[in-house]
């Protein structure tokens, strides 16, 4: 079967049931219960930096960066990212993460976090972070606790509660 090619564009409202579809396909009930999730609740994802990749006008996959504070410093969290399984293993998700990793580089964000596996996440610059240096307001395996920086530098000295950006309404 030839499958078509797909672009990856800037999330659209109209993406948004479409998404809750994949991330409850993806994650289940339990997305809810993540830690990663306490952080984005109630905080709007940056919708500069939040992508949908399209093969024709069928939404494939989803990145979403939300921004938050590490010890008082703007930063931002990755996630959730999810691809349906009938369109994995086609680099959608490799072309999502790296396309928003570039825009926020342009506009200039600093760090990008995230609660992932490493050997998924590593080919993108992120590496683990210093065992207790950041705290999250909720468990997180350490394994899985891992930083990519955008700036020269912008990990030095990274440390502190990871926090919500701006409170719930
Ligand atoms: C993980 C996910 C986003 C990957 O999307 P995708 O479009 O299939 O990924 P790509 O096609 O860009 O990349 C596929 C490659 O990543 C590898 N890969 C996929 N998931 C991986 C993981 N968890 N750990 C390590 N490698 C992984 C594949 O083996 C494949 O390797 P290859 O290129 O050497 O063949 C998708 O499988 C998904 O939505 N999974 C469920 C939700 C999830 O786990 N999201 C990530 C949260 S941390």
Redesign the pocket.
């Known amino acids: 079967m030839q499958l078509s090619p797909f672009t990856v564009v800037a999330e659209r409202d109209e993406d948004k049931p479409i998404i809750e579809d ?1 991330h409850e396909a ?2 289940g009930p339990g997305q809810y219960a993540r830690t990663a999730f306490r952080l984005r609740e109630g905080v709007p994802h940056d919708p500069e930096l939040s992508l949908v ?1 399209l093969a024709g006008n069928e939404l494939i ?1 989803s990145v979403r960066l939300t921004p938050i504070f590490i010890g008082g410093r703007p930063a931002l969290l990755l ?7 009938q ?11 790296r396309t928003s990793l570039e825009l926020a580089r342009r506009a200039g964000h600093g760090v990008v976090i ?4 490493e ?3 590593g080919p993108f610059g992120f590496v683990r972070l210093r065992p207790g240096s950041v705290q999250l307001p909720g468990p997180v395996d350490p394994y ?1 606790l891992l930083a990519a920086e955008l700036q020269p530098g912008a990990l030095v000295g990274l440390s502190g509660m990871v926090t919500k950006a701006f409170p719930a309404a």
């Open positions: 994949l993806a994650f990749a996959g996630g959730p990212l999810a691809v349906w399984p369109h994995a293993g086609r680099g959608a998700g490799k072309l999502l993460v995230l609660v992932g596996d050997p998924y996440y899985r």
